[in-house]
């Protein structure tokens, strides 16, 4: 459903097991979880041309552009997008407040913080 694909397979050892499993997923598949993978798609979009503008104009970027270094502020580390995604961000998506719970995991991603010059900026490498 929407931008989320889940798969059960068995191997052709049990077919009926495969069937039960999928229909368990299309459950889980609930509008809120379908509105929380557009959310994160549309925020991960906004993160990624700020990662990409950073790197740009960094001096030490030794990944290739949009990635940023491990030691760049910048960085939105994979555990961030974790705790973003909590019960009261779930809570807005199932209430149907889609803005309100854009504006939440944006500001707890630190989206709408201007940009950090990282310490070593015009420094020697």
Not at 86 to 93: G, K, N, S, V, Y
């Amino acid at each position: 459903r929407g931008r989320i694909a889940l798969a059960a397979s068995t191997g052709g050892a049990s077919p009926a097991l495969a069937r039960w499993l999928r229909e368990r997923l299309e459950e889980f598949l609930d509008d809120e979880v379908v509105a929380l993978g557009d959310l994160l798609a549309e925020v991960r979009v906004l993160a990624r041309q700020r990662d990409r503008e950073c790197a740009a104009e960094c001096d030490r970027t030794r990944t290739p552009p949009p990635l940023l270094c491990a030691e760049c502020p910048n960085r939105i580390a994979s555990d961030a997008w974790q705790e973003a995604i909590d019960a009261e961000l779930r809570a807005l998506l199932r209430d149907g407040q889609y803005e309100t719970a854009r504006d939440r995991i944006i500001t707890s991603l630190g989206l709408d913080q201007p940009r950090a010059v990282p310490e070593w900026q015009g420094q020697p490498a």
